[in-house]
């Protein structure tokens, strides 16, 4: 994923952004960097590799490296950036959040067309911001090289720059799968993948900008140079999983949407007679906890934590690039609490289950440990397709996916024709799909959370979510 973070400021805001883009740490574990426009030196970057140490370590020194009226920056799960870009628009430093699907076909028209070429990284690979610039660069302003870029694209989009005159443009992608927040404060406006980032810091909430919207922000003015479509289709997961629990989108808070998401299984549970003699709820941490908190409360089920992830010193479990170096990390980071474990029948909610590979770490763990069942909740339903708009997995191939290796392992390729049925916990299909993880993962039992489940406890209309992943429908 990856998000960003920009001022438009009367003073300097080299303070400000720094820790703006260092909430929005959660979203990425490969690159950051930062930007920033001062009326003397001009514009300035630095990007950092964050693989192996926060954001907050690789920065420190950026007071003495940089200074800035107006500065962005971002986390990236992807290439590194902001780019810096020179073209007949000005200099400008540009960041993005999304995904380019048909970057090589993009590529090759544009060589043909221009006889220009792009800075090529190991592979051949090309920088998706650096190809993203050069759509833009195409038109006679930034307003219609935004729009041709995003209309180009296979994938998404939402941008923001800073301009060489200390101005920002921010553009949230065509659908709104992402979102994108302004802010203000008495020296100017903040922009904002998630807007507690800016409101920690003395803003106010001033704008969410809509699907397709693009302004460019100073210190003292909004100004919209595109109006927002009618479309939307803002991402479900953000809810389930990516969103930090303090943020707000469409007005929806995640941690409040995680609660009632939690209440809803577990009322589906009593519903159906499930799991009935459960000593203990708990979330795989951290995402999964609110939704296990949810259902504790709905279920009168005790809420604890039968082991507690070891953080201090531990990347996130899924930094390294092989599946056994981060099933390794995630094991080392579960340290047990024996009293609520031993003999114990536990529940566990997960925000979602993608490959299931370290799942069945923490469920054998837990087993080695002395407990005696483990249930697992899904809150959200079983992933079926990989993620063409966010790459919110690290999933290349479907067949990565464990829903859709079960299936194969079930029907074979004719039961790619029954997806829906499979995804519903009624059906006979639906059952084979649960009994056969269980097995694969060792729960005593296994539920997901319906997309009905999901879009209630989310709270607006279905039409507006994008739920791609469990259901193939863009």
Not at 27 to 44: H, P, V
Not at 170 to 180: F, T
Request: overall charge negative.
């Amino acid at each position: 994923m990856g998000g960003f973070f920009g001022i438009a400021s009367k003073e300097d805001c080299m303070v400000d952004v720094f820790y703006g883009v260092d909430y929005h740490s959660h979203l990425g574990t490969r690159r950051a960097g930062m930007a920033a426009y001062d009326c003397e030196i001009g514009l300035q970057r630095k990007i950092h590799n964050i693989q192996n140490a926060p954001f907050r370590t690789k920065f420190e020194h950026i007071f003495d490296e940089m200074q800035g009226t107006s500065a962005i920056g971002c986390i990236s799960d992807s290439d590194p950036q902001p780019m810096l870009i020179r073209s007949h628009l000005g200099t400008y430093a540009i960041c993005m959040v999304g995904m380019i699907n048909n970057a090589d076909e993009i590529i090759d028209k544009y060589l043909s067309s221009t006889g220009d070429h792009f800075d090529a990284m190991t592979g051949g690979k090309v920088n998706s911001v650096e190809l993203l610039a050069a759509l833009i660069n195409q038109k006679k302003d930034f307003v219609e090289g935004i729009k041709f870029a995003q209309e180009t694209i296979d994938g998404t989009a939402s941008i923001l720059i800073l301009k060489q005159d200390g101005s920002l443009i921010a553009a949230r992608d065509k659908v709104g799968r992402l979102p994108i927040h302004i802010g203000k404060d008495e020296n100017g406006h903040a922009v904002s993948f998630e807007a507690f980032a800016y409101t920690k810091l003395g803003f106010e909430d001033e704008k969410e900008l809509g699907p397709g919207e693009i302004v460019e922000v100073t210190a003292t003015d909004i100004r919209q140079l595109a109006e927002p479509g009618d479309k939307m289709r803002i991402c479900a997961f953000l809810w389930s999983y990516y969103g930090y629990p303090t943020s707000t989108f469409e007005g929806i808070n995640v941690e409040a949407m995680r609660y009632r998401n939690g209440a809803i299984l577990a009322q589906n549970d009593i519903d159906n007679n499930l799991a009935q003699d459960i000593d203990y709820v708990g979330g795989v941490p951290d995402s999964g906890t609110p939704h296990a908190i949810g259902y504790a409360n709905k279920s009168d089920i005790p809420f604890a934590r039968a082991f507690i992830k070891y953080t201090p010193t531990w990347a996130r479990s899924f930094t390294p690039a092989k599946q056994s170096d981060r099933n390794k990390i995630a094991k080392m980071k579960q340290i047990p609490v024996h009293e609520l474990i031993k003999d114990k029948n536990l529940l566990f909610v997960d925000d979602s289950i993608v490959r299931g590979t370290q799942l069945k770490e923490t469920v054998d763990f837990l087993y080695e440990n002395g407990a005696k069942s483990v249930h697992m909740r899904s809150a959200c339903p079983p992933i079926m397709y990989g993620c063409k708009f966010l790459n919110f997995s690290r999933a290349t191939d479907d067949m990565e996916l464990i829903a859709r290796r079960v299936i194969m392992e079930l029907e074979g390729e004719e039961g790619f024709n029954y997806i829906e049925e499979y995804s519903d916990s009624n059906t006979e299909r639906g059952k084979k799909l649960r009994k056969a993880i269980c097995e694969k993962l060792h729960f005593e039992s296994l539920e997901f959370q319906s997309l009905e489940g999901v879009i209630k406890a989310i709270g607006l209309e279905p039409c507006k979510l994008c739920t791609y992943c469990w259901n193939g429908k863009e």
